[in-house]
C-alpha cells in the first residue's frame, strides 16, 4: 500500500476512535511528508532536530511538528520558534532551557514528560518517582512559559503483550494521579502519548490519546546519521 492509502487507513481507524495520530516521518524523505500531507496528514513527529529544522523549512506552514526522542539542551534554540509540542521532556535542566527559548520567542510551549515505563536499560525518561519530585519543585513552579499537557511513555520491545499491556496500563494510572494530584483544574492536562506500530492497538485499549506511527505508515527504515547542527 502506498504512503497515502495507509494514512487514510489509518485516520478512519485511529481518529475514529478519538485518538490522534502523529505520522513519524524521521530518516524519510520530504516527498515521504509530502504524499502524507497531500492525504490529509497534519502532525508529524522526528527525533533529529536538524532533520526537523530542515523538513519544517520546506514543508507548508499548517504542519505541527512533534519532538519525540531525547532533545539535548543546546538544540532547543532550533525547535523554539516553530515546535507544537515536546513529548520527550526527560529534566527539568531540558524543561528549564525550552522555558528560557519559549520566553525569547514569546510562546508558550506544550510539552508531555517522558515517564520510563518500560523493561530496559536503554530507554530515556523520567521515573514516577521523578515525575512527582519535578512537579513538586519550586524550579518547576516558576515556569510560565511552558506547559505540561500529558505524559508520553515507550513500552518494552518484547512479543509479550500481556507485558506491553501491563506497562501501558501503568502509565494511564499513573496520568489519573497526577492529574488529579497537580493539574485538576487543567483541562490541557489530557494527553497519552503511547503506543508505535508494532504496539498501537494495545496502547489504544488501555487509554492512549496520540500513537505514534512511522514504519507502518512509511514503511522500513533505513539508518542514517545527521550532522550536528552548531
Ligand atoms: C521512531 C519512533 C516511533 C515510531 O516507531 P515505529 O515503530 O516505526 O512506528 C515512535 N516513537 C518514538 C519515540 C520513536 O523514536
Known amino acids: 500500500m502506498s504512503i497515502a492509502d495507509n ?3 489509518l485516520k478512519a481507524e485511529i481518529e475514529l476512535v478519538n485518538v490522534q495520530l502523529i505520522a513519524v ?3 524519510k524523505p520530504v516527498e515521504d511528508v509530502e504524499e502524507a500531507y497531500a492525504a490529509g496528514q497534519r502532525i508529524f513527529g522526528e527525533n533529529q532536530v536538524q532533520e526537523m529544522v530542515e523538513k519544517y523549512e520546506k514543508l507548508p506552514k499548517d504542519i505541527k511538528w512533534h519532538q519525540i526522542g531525547h532533545l539535548q539542551t543546546n538544540k532547543v534554540k532550533y525547535i523554539a520558534p516553530f515546535i507544537s509540542l515536546i513529548e520527550s521532556v526527560d529534566s527539568l535542566k531540558l524543561l528549564q532551557e525550552i522555558n528560557k527559548q519559549a520566553l525569547k520567542h514569546n510562546r508558550i510551549i506544550d510539552c508531555l514528560l517522558q515517564v520510563y515505563i518500560a523493561d530496559e536499560e536503554t530507554k530515556f525518561g523520567l521515573s514516577f518517582d521523578e515525575v512527582i519530585e519535578l ?7 516558576e515556569l510560565k512559559n511552558v506547559r505540561i499537557t500529558g505524559l508520553m511513555g515507550i513500552a518494552t520491545n518484547t512479543e509479550s503483550e500481556k507485558q506491553i499491556k501491563e506497562e501501558f496500563y501503568e502509565l494511564r494510572i499513573f496520568f489519573s494521579g497526577i492529574k488529579q494530584s497537580f493539574f485538576r483544574k487543567e483541562d ?5 502519548s503511547m503506543g508505535m506500530s508494532s504496539d498501537y492497538k494495545i496502547a489504544i485499549e488501555e487509554g492512549s490519546t496520540m500513537v505514534r506511527l512511522g514504519s507502518t505508515i512509511f514503511g522500513q527504515r533505513v539508518i542514517k546519521h545527521y550532522k550536528n547542527l552548531e
Open 188 to 192: 490541557s492536562f489530557k494527553e497519552i
Open 135 to 141: 512537579l513538586r519543585s519550586e524550579e518547576f513552579a
Open 25 to 27: 516521518s524521521k530518516t
Open 7 to 9: 494514512i487514510k487507513k
